[in-house]
């Protein structure tokens, strides 16, 4: 068994052929299909059916990826740990950020590697929470953007910043000539959400004593497109305070805060417990405090850099 092998069973499982795979790691499909053949033989078993088209990864086969990504990660750890400091800043970075998240944070992130670490090869992803926590379990992203707590061991979590949630109404609401929102009459109002797809919420359905919370109650996601629905259909909507600014100029007049308590959320990056890249790190860190106003990053990652 090589990590040639490994590197071989991963690409695999992830283009779905064996063409593409060996396309990616620039070596002939025979020469990779060879590979494979000699693992199996070699663990006595079948990682992929070859008579499906893509491929599928068997029952043992999907442990056997699993653990190979692992090894690869860790030995890509121990690589890192013997590189200069110049080398650090190179390379692959793959972070995975909640669509709540991304529209504020991927631009500037972009716009700060590309001017002050070109070297670095920045990938970024929108995905569910769910999704980042699994991807960064099975090692296939180095970094992640959620919303706190995570509530996850093998984790480490460092807060970036806090915001407050606003509502954006519609001229046609009730509320349209209130300064503010309480935030026990939100529900009272026509509330879009985008939560398991755009969509009304329904009173009806919620217990009576049921807590209003972003988590179960409403999520940011495309801002854009929600501000639409309302300017077309009444109603208000949910907003983190860092999307009023991508919100058109003309449209910022229909933003009103929400009181009594303000509703607000700690986005924090999450990395593995054995996550070692601390200059990569404070690449992202210090991206995020030139990206979000200073005042949301009182007490969080306001200077200095971080130790890992």
Same mark, same amino acid.
């Given at each position: 068994?090589?990590?040639?092998?490994?590197?071989?069973?991963?690409?695999?499982?992830?283009?779905?052929?064996?063409?593409?795979?060996?396309?990616?790691?620039?070596?002939?499909?025979?020469?990779?299909?060879?590979?494979?053949?000699?693992?199996?033989?070699?663990?006595?078993?079948?990682?992929?059916?070859?008579?499906?088209? !893509?491929?599928?990864?068997?029952?043992?086969?999907?442990?056997?990826?699993?653990?190979?990504?692992?090894?690869?990660?860790?030995?890509?750890?121990?690589?890192?740990?013997?590189?200069?400091?110049?080398?650090?800043?190179?390379?692959?970075?793959?972070?995975?950020?909640?669509?709540?998240?991304?529209?504020?944070?991927?631009?500037?992130?972009?716009?700060?590697?590309?001017?002050?670490?070109?070297?670095?090869?920045?990938?970024?992803?929108?995905?569910?929470?769910?999704?980042?926590?699994?991807?960064?379990?099975?090692?296939?992203?180095?970094?992640?953007?959620?919303?706190?707590?995570?509530?996850?061991?093998?984790?480490?979590?460092?807060?970036?910043?806090?915001?407050?949630?606003?509502?954006?109404?519609? !001229?046609?609401?009730?509320?349209?000539?209130?300064?503010?929102?309480?935030?026990?009459?939100?529900?009272?109002?026509?509330?879009?959400?985008?939560?398991?797809?755009?969509?009304?919420?329904?009173?009806?359905?919620?217990?009576?004593?049921?807590?209003?919370?972003?988590?179960?109650?409403?999520?940011?996601?495309?801002?854009?497109?929600?501000?639409?629905?309302?300017?077309?259909?009444?109603?208000?909507?949910?907003?983190?305070?860092?999307?009023?600014?991508?919100?058109?100029?003309?449209?910022?007049?229909?933003?009103? !805060?929400?009181?009594?308590?303000?509703?607000?959320?700690?986005?924090?990056?999450?990395?593995?417990?054995?996550?070692?890249?601390?200059?990569?790190?404070?690449?992202?860190?210090?991206?995020?405090?030139?990206?979000?106003?200073?005042?949301?990053?009182?007490?969080?990652?306001?200077?200095?850099?971080?130790?890992?």
């Amino acid at each position: 068994m090589t990590l040639q092998q490994l590197e071989y069973i991963v690409a695999v499982e992830r283009y779905g052929y064996f063409v593409a795979a060996a396309e990616a790691c620039g070596v002939t499909q025979s020469t990779l299909s060879l590979m494979v053949r000699k693992l199996e033989e070699e663990l006595d078993i079948r990682i992929f059916n070859r008579n499906t088209h !893509p491929v599928e990864v068997t029952g043992p086969g999907r442990k056997v990826i699993e653990q190979a990504r692992m090894v690869l990660y860790h030995c890509e750890q121990l690589t890192e740990a013997t590189r200069s400091d110049r080398e650090l800043l190179s390379g692959p970075l793959r972070v995975g950020m909640i669509s709540s998240v991304a529209p504020v944070l991927i631009p500037g992130l972009f716009r700060h590697v590309r001017r002050y670490h070109p070297s670095i090869d920045l990938r970024t992803e929108e995905m569910l929470s769910s999704t980042v926590m699994s991807r960064l379990q099975r090692a296939e992203l180095d970094m992640g953007v959620v919303s706190s707590p995570v509530d996850d061991s093998d984790m480490l979590e460092i807060p970036l910043y806090h915001e407050a949630f606003f509502a954006y109404v519609s !001229p046609t609401d009730s509320s349209f000539d209130e300064e503010s929102i309480p935030r026990s009459e939100v529900l009272d109002h026509s509330l879009w959400i985008m939560k398991d797809g755009v969509r009304l919420i329904d009173r009806s359905m919620l217990k009576t004593d049921e807590p209003f919370r972003y988590e179960t109650q409403y999520e940011g996601g495309r801002v854009g497109l929600l501000v639409q629905i309302i300017n077309e259909n009444g109603g208000i909507g949910i907003i983190p305070e860092t999307h009023v600014g991508l919100i058109l100029r003309s449209h910022q007049v229909n933003v009103r !805060p929400i009181v009594d308590p303000v509703p607000s959320r700690t986005v924090s990056l999450v990395i593995r417990r054995d996550f070692i890249h601390e200059r990569l790190l404070n690449v992202v860190v210090e991206a995020v405090r030139r990206i979000i106003p200073q005042h949301l990053l009182e007490n969080v990652i306001l200077s200095g850099e971080l130790k890992i």
